[in-house]
C-alpha cells in the first residue's frame, strides 16, 4: 500500500519524476558536494532578452513576441511569474495564496483552469488565449497536440534547483524581464550558499503523504529534497519508483528534525504527522521526542520548486536545524 501510494502521489501531486520520462537526475549529486565543503557559486551571468530559448532539458521553446497571458498548469510556473513581477492569466495551482506569493485575497482574482493538476481542460486553458502555457511534462505532455497552432506550450520537469534557475532565466529571456530573472537568482544563490555555511551536523528528513502511509522526499527526485544534504545531514537516498523507507530504517537512523507534507485530495481532513502518531515507532524517533517535527506548506515545500518557493524552504528548514 505505501509503495502505491509512494508511486501515485509522487506522480500525480507532487510531479517528480516518475518512469514515464526514462530518467532521474544522480540521487547522490547533491549529497557528494556538500560533503566535499562546496559551496554554491553566487555569481549569475547575463539574462539576454531572447525569442527562442533552451532549457534544462533540451526543449526549444519559441514565441512571437514576449508573452504576456501565461496560462500555469505547475506551481513552478506561478513561482517563476511572481519572481519575474508578473501573474499568470490562469492557474490550477493554490502557490500564489501563500503570503510571501501574492496573499489569499489578490490569489483568489485570478481565475482557475477546470479539472485540476490532474486533467485540466483544454477548452477552459484555450479561452484565456494564452501566449504561453506551462505545464509539468509528465503530466501535461498529452497536452501538446490539443494546444498546438493555437499557442505555445511549455513542457517542464524539474529534479533539482539547478534546473529550476534554468527554468528561471529561459522565462525572463522570452518575457523580457532580464534583471528581475537576475535579481531572483542572485537572491537564491546567495541564501543557498548562505545555509551551506552554516550547515548544521543534526539529521533531517522530508516526508509526505495524505494518511498513515507516507512517501520519503530524496534528492534527485524532489527538488526541495536536493536542498537539504547541503543543509544537514541526509541520509535518503533515491531508491526508484518502487522503493521508499519503512518506519524501522527511519527510526535506525536518529531523525533530529522532521518535515512533514500533508498532502490534501479535496477537503483537508487532518495532518498527516497526528495520523502517524497512532505507529508506536513513531513516538520512539528523536525529533518527534524532543518536539522537533515541523508540518509545512505542502503547496510550497513539495509543488512549488522555484526560486522562491525554494527560498521559502531555506529559510524554515535552516531555522529548524539550529
Same mark, same amino acid.
Given at each position: $500500500?505505501?509503495?502505491?501510494?509512494?508511486?501515485?502521489?509522487?506522480?500525480?501531486?507532487?510531479?517528480?519524476l516518475?518512469?514515464?520520462?526514462?530518467? +532521474?537526475?544522480?540521487?547522490?549529486?547533491?549529497?557528494?558536494?556538500?560533503?566535499?565543503? &562546496?559551496?554554491?557559486?553566487?555569481?549569475v551571468?547575463?539574462?539576454? #532578452?531572447?525569442?527562442?530559448? +533552451?532549457?534544462?532539458?533540451g526543449? %526549444?521553446?519559441?514565441?512571437?513576441?514576449?508573452?504576456? &497571458?501565461?496560462?500555469?498548469?505547475?506551481?513552478l510556473?506561478?513561482?517563476?511569474?511572481?519572481?519575474?513581477?508578473? +501573474?499568470?492569466?490562469?492557474?490550477?495551482?493554490?502557490?500564489?495564496?501563500?503570503?510571501?506569493?501574492?496573499g489569499?485575497?489578490?490569489?483568489?482574482?485570478?481565475?482557475?483552469?477546470?479539472?485540476?493538476?490532474?486533467?485540466?481542460?483544454?477548452?477552459?486553458?484555450?479561452?484565456?488565449?494564452?501566449?504561453?502555457?506551462i505545464?509539468?511534462e509528465?503530466t501535461? @505532455?498529452?497536452?501538446?497536440?490539443?494546444?498546438?497552432?493555437a +499557442?505555445?506550450?511549455?513542457?517542464?520537469?524539474?529534479?533539482?534547483?539547478?534546473? !529550476?534557475?534554468?527554468?528561471?532565466?529561459?522565462?525572463?529571456? =522570452?518575457?523580457?524581464?532580464? &534583471?528581475?530573472?537576475?535579481?531572483?537568482?542572485?537572491a537564491?544563490?546567495?541564501?543557498?550558499?548562505?545555509a551551506?555555511? /552554516? %550547515?548544521?551536523? %543534526?539529521?533531517?528528513?522530508?516526508?509526505? @503523504? !495524505?494518511?498513515?502511509?507516507?512517501?520519503?522526499?530524496?534528492?534527485? /527526485?524532489?527538488?526541495?529534497? @536536493?536542498?537539504?544534504? !547541503?543543509?544537514a545531514?541526509?541520509?535518503w537516498?533515491?531508491?526508484?519508483?518502487?522503493?521508499?523507507? !519503512? $518506519?524501522e530504517?527511519?527510526? #535506525? /537512523?536518529?531523525?533530529?528534525?522532521?518535515?512533514?507534507?500533508?498532502?490534501?485530495?479535496g477537503?483537508?481532513?487532518?495532518?498527516?504527522?497526528?495520523?502517524? #502518531?497512532?505507529?508506536?515507532?513513531?513516538? /520512539?524517533?528523536? *525529533?518527534?521526542?524532543?518536539? *522537533?517535527?515541523?508540518?509545512v506548506?505542502?503547496?510550497?515545500?513539495?509543488?512549488? &520548486?522555484?526560486?522562491?518557493? =525554494?527560498?521559502?524552504?531555506?529559510?524554515?528548514?535552516? *531555522?529548524?536545524?539550529?
Amino acid at each position: $500500500m505505501a509503495r502505491t501510494l509512494r508511486r501515485w502521489a509522487a506522480a500525480a501531486v507532487l510531479g517528480t519524476l516518475i518512469a514515464g520520462c526514462g530518467t +532521474t537526475a544522480p540521487a547522490d549529486t547533491a549529497q557528494k558536494a556538500a560533503g566535499e565543503g &562546496r559551496k554554491t557559486d553566487v555569481s549569475v551571468q547575463p539574462i539576454t #532578452a531572447a525569442r527562442q530559448i +533552451t532549457d534544462p532539458k533540451g526543449h %526549444k521553446v519559441t514565441t512571437k513576441a514576449p508573452p504576456r &497571458r501565461i496560462v500555469c498548469l505547475v506551481a513552478l510556473c506561478d513561482d517563476m511569474l511572481a519572481e519575474l513581477g508578473l +501573474t499568470p492569466t490562469a492557474t490550477n495551482s493554490a502557490l500564489l495564496a501563500h503570503p510571501k506569493f501574492l496573499g489569499k485575497e489578490k490569489a483568489a482574482r485570478i481565475p482557475v483552469v477546470p479539472g485540476g493538476f490532474i486533467a485540466p481542460e483544454t477548452e477552459a486553458i484555450l479561452s484565456h488565449k494564452p501566449d504561453l502555457v506551462i505545464g509539468l511534462e509528465d503530466t501535461h @505532455g498529452k497536452l501538446a497536440p490539443a494546444l498546438d497552432g493555437a +499557442t505555445v506550450f511549455w513542457p517542464v520537469q524539474p529534479t533539482r534547483w539547478q534546473d !529550476s534557475v534554468g527554468y528561471l532565466r529561459g522565462l525572463a529571456a =522570452l518575457t523580457g524581464r532580464t &534583471r528581475q530573472g537576475e535579481d531572483a537568482e542572485r537572491a537564491f544563490r546567495a541564501k543557498l550558499a548562505a545555509a551551506e555555511g /552554516r %550547515k548544521s551536523d %543534526k539529521t533531517a528528513l522530508i516526508i509526505f @503523504g !495524505s494518511d498513515e502511509n507516507f512517501g520519503v522526499a530524496t534528492p534527485g /527526485r524532489d527538488v526541495a529534497a @536536493g536542498l537539504m544534504p !547541503s543543509i544537514a545531514h541526509y541520509p535518503w537516498e533515491n531508491r526508484g519508483v518502487e522503493g521508499t523507507y !519503512s $518506519m524501522e530504517e527511519i527510526l #535506525a /537512523r536518529d531523525v533530529d528534525v522532521l518535515f512533514v507534507e500533508t498532502l490534501s485530495f479535496g477537503e483537508p481532513d487532518g495532518k498527516l504527522s497526528e495520523k502517524l #502518531a497512532g505507529n508506536p515507532l513513531w513516538s /520512539r524517533i528523536p *525529533a518527534v521526542r524532543n518536539g *522537533a517535527v515541523h508540518e509545512v506548506d505542502a503547496e510550497v515545500w513539495a509543488k512549488g &520548486r522555484g526560486t522562491r518557493s =525554494l527560498g521559502i524552504v531555506l529559510d524554515e528548514a535552516t *531555522a529548524a536545524l539550529k
